[in-house]
């Protein structure tokens, strides 16, 4: 294994490359499921409200990853380094921790969407859970050996990925921009849901979007957490902002437009929506299109949280060993090789629990388990709380940066930007109930970490988890009782 010192120096990662992986990281499942997503929770006026709030929300995070990508390059690693010069060692930990937990919800959330889309032609898939079972576990491990085979081999193929998905999207756009209908909007600020006859007020409409909507944009840190592998530091801040323009107008175009062609009650109910809107545009041609536009997503999307996965533990284990020492293994090709192999052992182990207890290859079917249900749809909103947290400690630590370089705008981006995901933290408030029990688990690998350290769990440590195990079991009552529902 190479010395700590000398892994962050592996520099090989390029502009393209770099931004390749933020696009890739975040144009994923969400988007080619918005129309639904969206549709079932707001119409679309409201919508439009939501975007903008989240946009400025994002935007201001944004602006502070390119402030601290210019001003602080030697903290490679963000999520973790950020916290840590925040808050210490500690903080940094869970901030780094929990956003390995979103990474490996998001993974699994890919993993059941894959079997899922190539079921509309390899019918096997959907009638037998143990088929979808092999091809999602498959992939895990051809995955595995791509990225064994060297960050930047796989950060080549995630370009090529991520340029096959685009190319639907701005199909669907320019097609919806000549076939859209105002007169199928409808009401766009009515309190009855168009999509599902519900009602709903205008701030259950905004607040029932975030979730959606910060799913949709996480991975615009992407770049931050490999910065140690970008041959330019300064790249990252500017893939960062590339990135987010990018994806956002690719986003509200997709999501918006789309209600003006097809009726939204149709696209809500629709197992592939984009497919839907299309089929009534260019007929079947269309469908077939958007389902492999959808698979290439989906594909390009599970190699860039990977990446990311393996990555997000590498980085505290080298500096200051915060993770146990052994997540700081290295192949010669540059490659977290124990982080990733560690990463794909647990999510392999929850998709097997997954499948086991299903009665389907579809986890979300009727036929499954309810809390089977619960904890697969729960899982995408529990990866939205647990990104936040190392959110805003890289907002705070700009707030502090600027403050010592006597600058105004990143005070106020930070400002912004912690408004508003202390906003969604409220909007989903049970869902940050059940983050509890996932920071809880994170007592195991500080365990480890103190014992090859030959020092003493610290008092502070030992309260804190405490009070964390208390709150779970809290949890764990109330979501056993029903009072708790995903």
């Not at 969206?38 to 990853?65: D, E, H, M, Q, Y």
């Not at 990225?147 to 193929?157: M, N, S, V």
Request: aromatic letters at 14%.
């Amino acid at each position: 294994m190479n010395m700590a010192n000398e892994k962050t120096n592996i520099k090989v990662l390029g502009f393209f490359p770099l931004l390749a992986l933020v696009v890739g990281s975040i144009v994923g499942a969400g988007i080619f499921n918005s129309p639904a997503d969206l549709g079932s929770k707001a119409n679309p006026g409201w919508i439009i409200a939501a975007w903008l709030i989240t946009a400025v929300g994002i935007f201001s995070l944004v602006k502070i990853f390119h402030f601290l990508a210019d001003k602080r390059p030697d903290l490679e690693g963000g999520i973790y380094t950020y916290a840590h010069e925040v808050a210490g060692e500690f903080v940094g930990f869970n901030s780094a921790y929990g956003y390995w937990w979103s990474t490996l919800f998001t993974n699994l959330a890919y993993l059941f969407a894959i079997p899922k889309i190539l079921s509309n032609y390899i019918p096997v898939l959907a009638s037998n859970k143990w088929a979808a079972f092999i091809l999602a576990s498959a992939l895990l491990w051809i995955y595995y050996l791509l990225i064994l085979a060297g960050i930047k081999t796989a950060g080549i193929a995630n370009g090529i990925i991520t340029l096959l998905k685009l190319l639907p999207l701005i199909f669907v756009i320019v097609v919806t921009l000549f076939m859209f209908k105002p007169s199928l909007i409808g009401d766009p600020f009515s309190t009855t849901l168009s999509g599902t006859g519900a009602s709903a007020g205008f701030w259950e409409q905004i607040n029932g979007s975030f979730g959606i909507l910060v799913f949709a944009f996480l991975g615009i840190e992407s770049a931050v957490v490999i910065s140690s592998k970008a041959r330019n530091p300064r790249d990252v801040g500017r893939v960062t902002m590339l990135g987010f323009i990018i994806t956002l107008i690719i986003y509200v175009l997709v999501s918006t437009l789309t209600m003006g062609v097809a009726p939204a009650k149709e696209i809500v109910n629709a197992s592939s929506p984009l497919g839907a809107v299309l089929g009534y545009a260019v007929g079947g041609f269309g469908k077939h299109f958007l389902n492999f536009g959808f698979l290439f997503s989906v594909m390009g999307a599970l190699l860039s949280w990977l990446l990311l996965t393996a990555e997000t533990p590498y980085i505290p284990a080298v500096k200051g060993h915060v993770f146990p020492k052994a997540f700081a293994r290295t192949n010669r090709r540059a490659t977290p090789v124990y982080s990733l192999t560690v990463t794909n052992i647990i999510t392999q182990v929850i998709l097997v629990l997954l499948y086991m207890f299903s009665a389907t290859a579809d986890i979300g079917a009727i036929g499954n388990a309810p809390l089977l249900q619960n904890l697969y749809f729960a899982a995408i909103n529990l990866s939205v709380i647990c990104a936040l947290v190392p959110y805003v400690m890289s907002s705070i630590l700009g707030a502090q940066q600027a403050h010592r370089e006597k600058t105004v705008a990143p005070v106020i981006y930070a400002t912004l930007s912690i408004a508003f995901f202390l906003w969604v933290f409220i909007a989903m408030a049970k869902y940050t109930a059940a983050a509890v029990i996932i920071y809880t688990t994170g007592v195991i690998f500080r365990f480890f970490v103190h014992r090859e350290r030959s020092e003493k769990f610290p008092l502070g440590e030992i309260v804190f988890y405490l009070a964390l195990l208390l709150g779970s079991v809290v949890v764990a009552y109330f979501i056993g009782r029903g009072a708790i529902r995903f």
